[in-house]
């Protein structure tokens, strides 16, 4: 009997774990909906500007955005449930979206659960720190360029908050 019960509970931890980490990606048109325009700090605007939102129109100039050892950094969340080569949902999830530093949002993304910065954590949000980045800044970028945390952070800010 205490076996039995001992295996249900093991079982029941597994699942819950395995559970909580079962975030999607959703795509930064959504994201978009509630961070964009100036009483939002232009954060959709800022990001569009930024390298990040080039990503994939750099691997197409050189041909080369079929290359699964190139689209691992240029796309966001690269079949991992975000972009798939001939996904029909592929082109919301090209480039390097808010999702590949913030987190699959598909759990936070409700206005009742990001308006509470705890709730969000729990819900998958991230508060992207070095090894974020460094999970595409690193020498297996055929361009490598060294990788100053702080100088990036600068280069790509949207923060609107006074902190
Ligand atoms: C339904 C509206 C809505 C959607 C959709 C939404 N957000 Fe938010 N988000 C908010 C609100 C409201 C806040 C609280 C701050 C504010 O009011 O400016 C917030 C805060 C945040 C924060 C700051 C958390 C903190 O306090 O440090 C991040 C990061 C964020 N959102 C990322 C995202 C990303 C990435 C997506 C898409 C996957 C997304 N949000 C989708 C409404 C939304
Ligand atoms: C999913 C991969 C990925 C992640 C995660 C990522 N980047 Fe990038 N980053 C790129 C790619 C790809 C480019 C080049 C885009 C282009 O030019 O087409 C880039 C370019 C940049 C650039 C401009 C080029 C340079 O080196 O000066 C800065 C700055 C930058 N990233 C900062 C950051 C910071 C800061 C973080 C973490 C908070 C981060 N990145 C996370 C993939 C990523
Ligand atoms: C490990 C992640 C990663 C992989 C894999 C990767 N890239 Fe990148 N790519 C980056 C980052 C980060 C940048 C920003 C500059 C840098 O390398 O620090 C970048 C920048 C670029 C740039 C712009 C260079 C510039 O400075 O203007 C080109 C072009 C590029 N990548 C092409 C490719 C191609 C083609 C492949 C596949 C053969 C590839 N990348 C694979 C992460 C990656
Ligand atoms: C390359 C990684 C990266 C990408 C892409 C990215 N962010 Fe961020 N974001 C960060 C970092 C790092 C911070 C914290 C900056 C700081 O505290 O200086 C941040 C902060 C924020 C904040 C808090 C701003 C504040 O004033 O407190 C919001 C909201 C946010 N991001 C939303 C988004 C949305 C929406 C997108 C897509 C349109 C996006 N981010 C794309 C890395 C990223």
């Given amino acids: 009997?205490?076996?039995?019960m001992f295996l249900t509970l093991s079982v029941m931890v597994v699942f819950s774990l395995v559970y909580a980490g079962d975030f999607s990606y959703i795509g930064v048109a959504k994201c978009k909906m509630c961070h964009k325009g100036t009483a939002k700090g232009e954060v959709f605007e800022k990001w569009e500007k930024s390298p990040h939102a080039k990503a994939f129109?750099?691997?197409?100039?050189?041909?080369?955005e079929k290359n699964p050892k190139c689209l691992e950094c240029h796309v966001t969340g690269?079949?991992?449930?975000?972009?798939?080569?001939?996904?029909?949902?592929?082109a919301s999830f090209?480039?390097?979206?808010?999702?590949?530093?913030?987190?699959?949002?598909?759990?936070?993304?409700?206005?009742?659960?990001?308006?509470?910065?705890?709730?969000?954590?729990?819900?998958?949000?991230?508060?992207?720190?070095?090894?974020?980045c460094k999970k595409c800044h690193n020498p297996k970028s055929p361009t490598y360029k060294a990788f100053n945390f702080k100088e990036a952070v600068k280069k790509i800010d949207h923060t609107y908050t006074k902190k």
């Fill in 57 to 64: 129109a750099t691997l197409k100039a050189k041909g080369e």
């Fill in 94 to 132: 090209e480039a390097v979206q808010c999702e590949s530093c913030h987190g699959p949002g598909s759990a936070y993304k409700s206005m009742s659960v990001m308006k509470d910065k705890k709730q969000s954590m729990a819900n998958g949000l991230i508060e992207p720190d070095e090894a974020v």
């Fill in 1 to 4: 009997m205490k076996r039995i």
């Fill in 78 to 90: 690269f079949n991992a449930g975000g972009y798939k080569v001939g996904d029909p949902t592929a």
